[in-house]
């Protein structure tokens, strides 16, 4: 979404002057850092370097339980359950930095991870753009990072947790405008979805603005898609008020992937390993689709029985939870040994 730098009070306008349903303080939401959020040195991610690589390879990992459907085109379907077969990489998180519960440090570490990932694959734009996650035992409240940072910048312990009504209740600084708009809406809607991103990456937005965007199923990599992307047509402009975020919500009907014509891609998942892979191997899937239809040649569709085949075999099953979270994992580790180390901090 692009950047908007505004008063709260302007950035509410939209919503005051439009919508009715719902009123509420957000007298956090747009107040200004006191101070500029601290980026913390690798010589300073030591400890807590070595304390993840030795977990990275410990066996014995506990199964995590699948959350609960939320409608016909859940964005929950595939459980998270682990495969015995990759059961020696263990998570890796480690000691605290901050106050805050363990389940909210996790979630902490695994976004800020998603960030410097998404950042170094080129899926943001300058600082804008927004990637949430709740947290779990504290309904209704979801972690982003504080507006201004570069992705390369956000860490563990500088997200901001905001609660549903725009407060920020821990970490300094404020969240962009539509970033609470879209992502606050998707969470409440979809509490099953652990996980809500928005990019602009350029090949999935480049067929976001087609007249027919629709993606075909050309790829072994589209059929992870199939009959799970809603196509919105309907363009308004930034997402400003709550109306616009229900709209979008609403359009989503529990589909993970919801591709926004003239703008960008919108992911609702039950993990944040799982919205990474969505990110990842859609981008792939529209790329390899573009440059397919750049030959001038008629593409080779899959058939719908195969497509549906696929999709059930890999992703219903919970095969593709589980190869998302080996990636984002993998990731971690090689972020402890380069210059993305301190992501953990």
Known sequence: MGSVIMS???ALQPHRRQSTRRQFSCAGLFAGARRPVPIFSLAQHTTAQSI??????????????????????????????????????????????????????????????????????????????????????????????????????????NLLLMDSKGNVVRGEGHPEATAFWIHSRLHEVHPAA??????????????????????????????????????????????????????????????????HANHGV???????????????????????TIKALSTGKPLKLIDDAVCATTHEKFVDSGIAAEFARLHLEAYKRKMLTDKDADFCK
């Open 8 to 10: 709260f009070s302007t």
């Open 52 to 157: 993840c690589l030795a977990a990275a390879v410990a066996p014995d990992v506990a199964e995590e339980g699948a959350s609960p459907q939320t409608s016909e085109h859940t964005i929950n379907r595939a459980t998270t359950q682990q495969s015995s077969g990759a059961s020696h990489v263990k998570p890796c998180y480690p000691t605290k930095t901050i106050i805050c519960s363990d389940e909210e440090w996790k979630a902490r570490v695994d976004l800020a991870a998603l960030y410097r990932v998404c950042h170094n694959h080129g899926m943001n734009e300058g600082i804008n753009n927004h990637l949430t996650a709740t947290v779990p035992g504290m309904p209704g409240h979801f972690l982003v990072f504080a507006f201004g940072l570069l992705w390369s910048e956000v860490t563990a312990s």
């Open 194 to 259: 652990a996980c809500v991103v928005h990019t602009h990456q350029p090949w999935t937005t480049a067929f976001a603005c087609l007249s027919d965007s629709k993606l075909p199923m050309i790829h072994q990599n589209s059929m992870r898609f199939y009959n799970d992307i809603a196509y919105d047509k309907e363009y308004n402009g930034l997402v400003l008020d709550e109306d616009e975020g229900n709209r979008i919500a609403k359009v989503m009907d529990g589909r993970r992937v919801h591709l």
């Open 266 to 288: 919108i992911i609702a998942t039950g993990t944040i390993g799982e919205a990474f892979d969505y990110l990842y191997y859609l981008e792939r899937a529209a790329e390899v």
